[in-house]
């Protein structure tokens, strides 16, 4: 650093080191002021093992990840995405937070290599086995935090589900804690009212698509296919090398209650867990040409299959 900036920079820390107290009051209003005026995004991340090599604990029935290789859940790279495009559009930081064993620091890299701006796990030993309900309140505590130390976030994003539990359970379980609007299912954010405090969004439903609109703080859990990751800058790729993961353990989350936390604060019970049986009769392939030929070689089939069928419906034609 060139002479001139270095004492230019030391003046600078003298003078707030010793500046009046109500000159330094006024200076961390003015921080918090500035903090306040950037949309400060989270995003709750899980990593989880590989689908095709995952191991069942044969006493606990718990996941065996030991050995087992890594990734990010791939819903929640969808969420990550689209909290990355509201940085984009709105100005501010994107946080990624995780609970899980220290290796998942790696998980946390990568998202940092796309873009996001701070990186959080929540480790500790207490943590393990934790069910989706002891999983939501570890989280919630860690956001909160999140929350005094880097600033309130009027939204925050998880995938719709993870790939090893399928219960797409922890994140309305986090905005039940968090007392937040939750909106499930989200295929895309139409309006993100920063002045009105209110986003609107679809979200998929059985019936079709509904246009759904709340007041912010929120929680959004993100569809599948909404959006496509993006590649990252070189930038990020190197800055991801030398960051800091921020690590909390339980007490560095304000987790006084450890009864909560892992298998202790998981009622759940995984009575059995077992493979389905393949069918023992195999599919009959019908070699027909065209789509009329292959409906009524189809039908032939179910009748000749179940006979009591085609007398039913021929009962039910005849009005009888």
Aim: proline share 5%; glycine share 6%.
């Amino acid at each position: 650093m060139p002479a001139f900036y270095l004492r230019r920079h030391l003046a600078r820390c003298l003078l707030f080191q010793f500046c009046e107290p109500e000159t330094t009051e006024r200076r961390r209003r003015w921080i918090s002021q500035e903090r306040d005026r950037v949309m400060h995004i989270a995003v709750c991340m899980k990593q989880v093992p590989d689908s095709g090599q995952i191991r069942v604990h044969p006493v606990t029935n718990t996941i065996m990840r030991q050995g087992v290789p890594t990734i990010i859940n791939p819903y929640d790279l969808f969420a990550l995405e689209e909290a990355l495009r509201l940085r984009d559009k709105f100005g501010g930081e994107v946080t990624v937070l995780t609970m899980g064993p220290p290796m998942a620091e790696d998980s946390l890299r990568k998202t940092l290599t796309f873009g996001a701006d701070r990186a959080v796990l929540l480790t500790d030993r207490f943590f393990a086995g934790s069910d989706t309900l002891a999983t939501s309140f570890a989280l919630a505590a860690a956001l909160e935090k999140i929350a005094r130390e880097f600033g309130e976030m009027p939204v925050i994003f998880t995938g719709k589900q993870t790939i090893d539990g399928d219960t797409a359970q922890v994140g309305p379980g986090i905005a039940k804690r968090l007392n937040l609007n939750q909106l499930t299912y989200v295929s895309r954010i139409n309006e993100l009212d920063t002045a009105a405090g209110t986003i609107t969004v679809e979200r998929r439903a059985e019936g079709g698509v509904q246009l759904l609109s709340t007041k912010m703080p929120v929680l959004i859990t993100m569809l599948e296919g909404t959006n496509e990751i993006r590649r990252g800058s070189l930038a990020d790729a190197y800055r991801a090398v030398s960051a800091k993961i921020v690590t909390w353990s339980a007490v560095d989350a304000g987790i006084t209650d450890i009864t909560k936390c892992g298998l202790r604060g998981s009622p759940t019970i995984v009575k059995k867990v077992f493979a389905p049986q393949a069918h023992a009769e195999k599919a009959t392939m019908l070699p027909v040409e065209d789509g009329y030929d292959a409906a009524a070689a189809l039908m032939n089939e179910i009748f000749k299959r179940q006979p009591a069928l085609e007398a039913d419906l021929m009962r039910f034609a005849s009005g009888q």
